[in-house]
């Protein structure tokens, strides 16, 4: 599977966006799919994960109760909802699939990934 990750940007403090990954590939619809994200000197982390039907999600604690996973199948597209930003969520957010369809933060698991896009919370 191919991920094409968008929706990236420049955005104040307790602003909002939107994140999309879309998905090549007949199988989508059976993959748990993940959002992972890279700050500059850090290592790669987990933000959240849905499971192969939608009905399942996990979020790291950083983004508990801010952030919103969720995906249609019928568009081959996950999505991030995020609102109320902060300055430390800044950094390069990745999309990942993992064949298997049920959650898991752990990254390892996750056999494809998308390109990146880079999200900006600056005043």
């Known amino acids: 599977v191919q991920l094409q990750a968008s929706g990236g940007g420049l955005v104040q403090p307790g602003g909002s966006l939107r994140l999309s990954c879309a998905a090549s590939g007949r199988t989508f619809r059976s993959y748990g799919m993940g959002w992972f994200r890279q700050a500059p000197g850090k290592e790669r982390e987990f933000v959240a994960t849905i499971s192969w039907s939608g009905g399942t999600t996990d979020y790291a604690n950083s983004v508990k109760g801010r952030f919103t996973i969720s995906r249609d199948n019928a568009k081959n597209t996950v999505y991030l909802q995020m609102n109320r930003l902060k300055p430390e969520d800044t950094a390069v957010y990745y999309c990942?699939?993992?064949?298997?369809?049920?959650?898991?933060?752990?990254?390892?698991?996750?056999?494809?990934w998308g390109q990146g896009t880079l999200v900006t919370v600056s005043s």
């Open positions: 990942a699939a993992k064949p298997t369809g049920w959650i898991t933060q752990a990254i390892q698991q996750y056999d494809f």
